[in-house]
């Protein structure tokens, strides 16, 4: 990497402080100025700079959008903005942290509406709120750095705020309904994604398992046999290994047959002219570290002495059963290209069936612009 | 608009002929004799908030070694602005002198 190619780097790095619309307009200009400050010789731009950039972002970023009570109505009751802050809210609507946010949201209302009655009943229930929160606020994030899962989300939300509204003028380059690409998550991606959550969740809820004290166990209530409740009781290692050892074979069988499948429909699948597979392995490995510990912390608490394991035999015996499909599954999209997406490996090796050709979708496009016609 | 320092630095950058980005902050520093260096985050601020008050426009635009140049011109509105303040800073210099020209009386 050139010397010139490191300080675009390091200064795009800064630069993200910009809002989107602002950078695709004057990005470029300023990365310009920014060379020309450095000097030749820099390789990154200078800590005191890019907090400069950095501050003048956020001034910009703040200064791009709405009034503060235009903000609040959309950020908390999801109002449509006016017609001149619609390409802010196209920006926030396609935003890396679109769904986190509305998440905060969802949480700060039901913040306001339970936390002062749970505090005037019993302050100590306050206590399990605040745990909600947090695996609620990391749901959001991993919902966000899962690009595709949250498209449907998208979707509906740029609808409702960036469609026009009867009675509104519609002018050349603002948004209107229109036939888009069918957003699919990579079948690369996905299955490795898939195998790297099954083979993690295999990892900790296994041992989890065979260290638990006591599992549950089913049992006919005594006053009626139509009944069926759990109790708890200490199973024997052998019954346990036994249970995991079924559940992996399972698992093997249904992969071998999901092979076969594949290696006959997938070479023969048809072609999707109505579809774009996306799908970034950065973002979703961040998500694994956002969840893992949170699932590594569940798992060790059902191992203490006084606690009846749940989670951790139910995840097990899931995670045995479909880990190898998942490998088989990832195995099959090493040499395809990049139009198979993981809803045809479901439908391949789940159903056995050929993989269905997407159709366009209706989603929101920009009005076309007219051009002058240019003199030859 | 108040105009700070920095904003007023700008302005007169621009008054005697269009500038690009890196041509306005050396401009700046010769009039202000080498004490005001402005960096590229507020050097933008600064421009962002001038064309939206239509006191500077964009002029032109070209790319010189790879690097994309847009030069910015005063418009008769941020000449206006920029003459009024010089006016301004011009009779507070001139009752400044006078005020330091008096006798001070009263002093230890």
């Known amino acids: ?376 | 608009m108040a105009l700070s320092e920095q904003t007023y630095l700008v302005l007169l950058a621009l008054a005697d002929e269009p500038r690009h980005g890196y041509g306005v902050v050396q401009e700046v520093r010769t009039l202000s004799d080498d004490r005001v260096k402005l960096g590229a985050g507020t050097l933008y601020g600064i421009l962002d908030r001038l064309v939206a008050a239509g006191q500077a426009e964009v002029s032109n635009e070209v790319v010189v070694e790879g690097r994309l140049r847009r030069y910015y011109r005063l418009t008769p509105g941020g000449r206006a602005v920029v003459e009024a303040h010089t006016a301004e800073l011009a009779a507070l210099a001139r009752r400044a002198r006078r005020v330091l020209a008096r006798p001070a009386f009263g002093g230890v």
């Open chain 1, 1 to 376: 990497m050139s010397d010139t190619d490191q300080f675009d780097r390091s200064a795009r790095f800064w630069l993200r402080a910009y809002p989107v619309r602002w950078r695709s307009v004057r990005g470029d200009e300023l990365l310009g100025v920014l060379r020309d400050l450095a000097g030749p010789e820099a390789t990154r731009l200078s800590l005191r700079e890019g907090l400069g950039l950095l501050r003048s972002g956020w001034v910009t970023r703040w200064r791009d959008g709405p009034p503060l009570r235009t903000r609040l109505a959309y950020r908390l009751f999801d109002r449509r903005v006016p017609v001149a802050h619609r390409e802010w809210v196209r920006d926030d609507i396609a935003g890396r942290w679109f769904l986190t946010r509305r998440m905060m949201r969802t949480l700060l209302i039901w913040a306001g509406i339970f936390v002062p009655w749970m505090a005037s009943v019993d302050p100590h229930r306050l206590m399990p709120f605040a745990v909600i929160w947090v695996p609620a606020l990391a749901l959001g994030v991993v919902l966000d750095v899962a690009p595709p899962a949250n498209d449907r989300v998208r979707t509906v939300a740029a609808a409702k705020h960036l469609l026009p509204r009867p009675g509104e003028r519609a002018v050349p380059g603002g948004f209107t309904a229109g036939l888009a690409a069918r957003i699919r998550i990579s079948a690369r991606t996905g299955t490795l994604l898939l195998v790297a959550t099954l083979g993690f969740g295999a990892a900790i809820w296994v041992p989890a398992t065979m260290l638990a004290s006591s599992l549950p166990v089913p049992r006919t209530c005594p006053t009626s046999a139509a009944c069926l409740s759990f109790g708890s009781q200490s199973w024997p290692e052998g019954l346990r290994l036994l249970t995991l050892g079924t559940a992996l074979g399972v698992g093997v069988l249904a992969a071998s047959v999901a092979a076969g499948r594949f290696a006959r429909i997938l070479p023969a699948r048809p072609a999707q002219p109505s579809r774009l597979v996306v799908g970034h392995l950065g973002r979703q490995y961040a998500a694994l570290l956002i969840v893992g510990p949170l699932l590594v912390w569940q798992a060790r608490g059902e191992t203490l002495p006084a606690q009846t394991a749940v989670i951790a035999p139910l995840g097990a015996v899931l995670t045995l059963v479909l880990l190898p499909g998942a490998v088989t599954a990832w195995r099959a999209t090493r040499p395809g290209p990049a139009d198979l997406a993981l809803v045809d490996l479901w439908r391949v090796g789940l159903l056995g069936r050929v993989p269905q050709i997407d159709d366009p979708v209706t989603g929101v496009v920009r009005r076309p612009v007219a051009t002058r016609p240019g003199r030859p």
